[in-house]
């Protein structure tokens, strides 16, 4: 029996806005790695930066804008005073990449991140199916999870919609016809073109459960192989040169020991000087003296702390991550080790169903007077979350493409001057912060 040939891709993003922070596939490297031995695995990114056609320029941490093009606006988003746009390489050369491959794929895997960057997803099937008319195309990701249903509809073949390592490897055994297994894996780095900076995994999933959030319904809470991820990291240091790194935990600091002070231990072992990066958020709870001592020595040079709210009832409400005197007990901390106030942010929600603005305005002020800096973070409705059901109360949520965050800023009933009144004070607090 031959090798399946399988083409792995990520799609193109439409959306008003969107941005490379640090933003890259990886469910689909962790597929590439449990596939390598069992069949021909190509890779494609649509949202790849680093083409010398593209032009794009990155700053110094490999971040920077997509390609872009603007496009009509749908017509169910027409009022929203905000230009379309489609994020990824030209269609153009998108052909020649896919006609330049080794072998005609069999199989076209297909990820999918946001519910509402579906349009974008079912115009890159579009084009897939075009070239390559025969091939069997199967989509997974965050969108395939939460709206299977709605998912089936975009073209493909096959939906997988589950996120568990293991639940996908034994769906795809089933399919593909070949014994797939989970066990071990991490992120693929060897194929994936793009070492501006790299992203680190070492865990799954959360461990608190926030009523915003889908984290939990998506996966449970698993420790991925350290040593593996060790080895990478070697190899992305040594042999690619990449300095710049960005954990995707969800939890991070969570029985770091296991994991985090073994890495970092390893990077100061080995006299390694890389810069790392947290932007989705550590959890305040679990950050002691040792461990910020330990990160401040082994690089963490952007701190991004989950705050979300400096209001008692809204941690009652919305969240356990974290109460306020332990916000203020990490600030002391994180001050003692040596990090200053332009390199910690603090993530703070704004347009959570039930927040009133003045709060938030509130939380921003607590943030900067502890010596961090307010981000806001804008919050968009998830299926499947306590807060997306009280969010369909204020607007429509019927077509993913309402679950947007600017749409849903503009649809909810909120006072728009006021969120640009707060991102004034946000931006007011960083010049502050950068002319000391």
Request: glycine share 6%; proline share 5%.
């Amino acid at each position: 029996m031959s090798r399946p040939r399988i083409l792995l891709v990520y799609p193109y993003i439409e959306d008003f806005a969107a941005y490379d922070h640090f933003a890259k596939p990886l469910g689909l490297w962790m597929l590439m790695d449990m596939l390598h031995e069992k069949a021909d695995v190509a890779y494609l990114n649509i949202l790849q930066r680093n083409l010398p056609e593209l032009g794009l320029k990155s700053k110094a941490d490999g971040t920077g804008h997509f390609y872009e093009q603007v496009i009509p606006v749908p017509e169910s988003l027409s009022d929203i005073p905000r230009r379309w746009k489609r994020y990824g390489i030209p269609e153009s050369l998108l052909y020649r990449r896919l006609k330049n491959l080794a072998w005609k794929p069999d199989w076209i895997f297909v990820s999918s991140g946001m519910t509402y960057w579906y349009t974008g997803l079912a115009y890159t099937i579009r084009l897939l199916r075009e070239v390559f008319p025969e091939a069997r195309i199967v989509l997974g990701g965050i969108y395939a999870s939460l709206l299977a249903e709605h998912a089936a509809l975009q073209g493909a073949d096959y939906v997988i919609p589950f996120q568990q390592p293991r639940k996908v490897a034994s769906g795809l055994s089933e399919l593909l016809g070949i014994s797939v297994s989970a066990e071990g894996s991490i992120p693929c780095y060897t194929d994936v073109e793009e070492y501006a900076y790299a992203p680190l995994l070492l865990s799954l999933g959360c461990v608190f459960r926030c009523e915003y959030c889908a984290s939990p319904r998506l996966l449970s809470f698993e420790a991925l192989d350290i040593s593996r991820t060790i080895r990478a990291f070697d190899w992305l240091y040594e042999e690619k040169g990449v300095r710049h790194f960005a954990f995707y935990d969800d939890a991070l600091l969570f029985r770091w020991e296991k994991r985090l002070k073994i890495l970092l231990e390893h990077v100061l072992q080995k006299g390694y000087a890389p810069v790392f990066h947290t932007p989705n958020g550590l959890h305040i709870r679990f950050l002691t003296e040792d461990m910020a001592s330990l990160m401040k020595l082994a690089g963490f040079e952007d701190i991004r702390l989950s705050l979300e709210s400096s209001e008692e009832e809204f941690h009652l409400t919305h969240t356990q991550k974290a109460k306020r005197e332990e916000f203020f007990q990490a600030m002391e901390v994180l001050s003692r080790v040596g990090f200053s106030q332009r390199h910690i942010r603090v993530y703070t929600l704004v347009n959570v169903p039930g927040q009133s603005l003045s709060s938030v305005e509130k939380t921003m002020q607590c943030i900067f007077d502890a010596g961090a800096l307010p981000m806001l973070a804008y919050y968009s409705p998830i299926p499947g979350t306590p807060d997306f059901e009280r969010a369909s109360m204020l607007t429509d949520l019927s077509d993913p493409l309402f679950h947007n965050n600017t749409v849903y800023l503009y649809r909810s009933g909120i006072d728009v001057s006021y969120v640009q009144y707060l991102h004034q004070i946000e931006v007011g607090y960083r010049h502050s912060v950068e002319k000391m």
